[in-house]
């Protein structure tokens, strides 16, 4: 997949259809739950709706709050491109693995939850995908081929183009979770 980095094709592939279909998607599969219902665990076992949120917080935070801003800045300094993006290998695979509908992975212990998740978890969510979108804005145009180490692994190297597909490939792949999450309690 090759996609050129300015509004005509970054933005509007990854931005308006990958960013706002997770806010959507996220305010829709909470609608009327009571809270009851978002801390209550499936029959079958896992994370709770509002801990599958808290996960999310934990995963799109360690990238807003890490690697990519400095990315981003390295990205802008280096002015105005016409590069293609093009995903890493290591990108690639990661982003692939994490398609909704494919093999569980182990989840890694900066992001595992296991008691109470923050309070208002839903909005403290979407406010990382306002995040994450905004930070898409600023390096939209530029160089999305600049590499860092993922927050989770100084071995894992992945570029800009690969951290923003990877965070929203990762969002769906967790609000398909949250839907499977409110059939089984009953909503």
Do not use: K, T
């Given at each position: 997949m090759t996609v050129r980095a300015g509004p005509s094709a970054f933005t509007a592939c990854q931005v308006e259809s990958g960013s706002y279909r997770v806010m959507d998607f996220a305010r829709v599969a909470v609608?009327?739950?009571p809270e009851s219902k978002l801390r209550e665990l499936p029959p079958?076992?896992?994370?709770?709706i509002a801990?599958?949120?808290?996960h999310l917080?934990?995963?799109?935070?360690?990238?807003?709050?890490?690697?990519?801003?400095?990315?981003?800045a390295k990205a802008r300094a280096?002015?105005?491109?016409?590069k293609p993006w093009r995903p890493s290998l290591t990108g690639g695979w990661l982003a692939g693995a994490l398609i909704e509908g494919t093999k569980p992975l182990p989840t890694v212990k900066p992001w595992r939850v296991s008691g109470e998740p923050r309070p208002?978890?839903?909005?403290?969510f979407l406010s990382t995908v306002e995040r994450v979108r905004a930070a898409m804005l600023e390096a939209d145009g530029h160089d999305l081929g600049v590499g860092f180490s993922s927050p989770v692994s100084p071995l894992?190297?992945?570029?800009?183009?690969?951290?923003?597909?990877?965070?929203?490939?990762?969002?769906?792949?967790?609000?398909?979770?949250?839907?499977r999450t409110r059939r089984a309690v009953g909503m």
């Open positions: 609608s009327g739950l079958d076992g896992g994370w709770n801990q599958v949120f808290e917080c934990r995963a799109n935070l360690d990238y807003l709050d890490g690697p990519l801003p400095g990315a981003i280096r002015g105005r491109s016409e208002n978890v839903v909005d403290a894992i190297r992945l570029n800009l183009g690969d951290a923003f597909r990877v965070l929203v490939v990762h969002c769906h792949r967790h609000l398909g979770q949250v839907e």
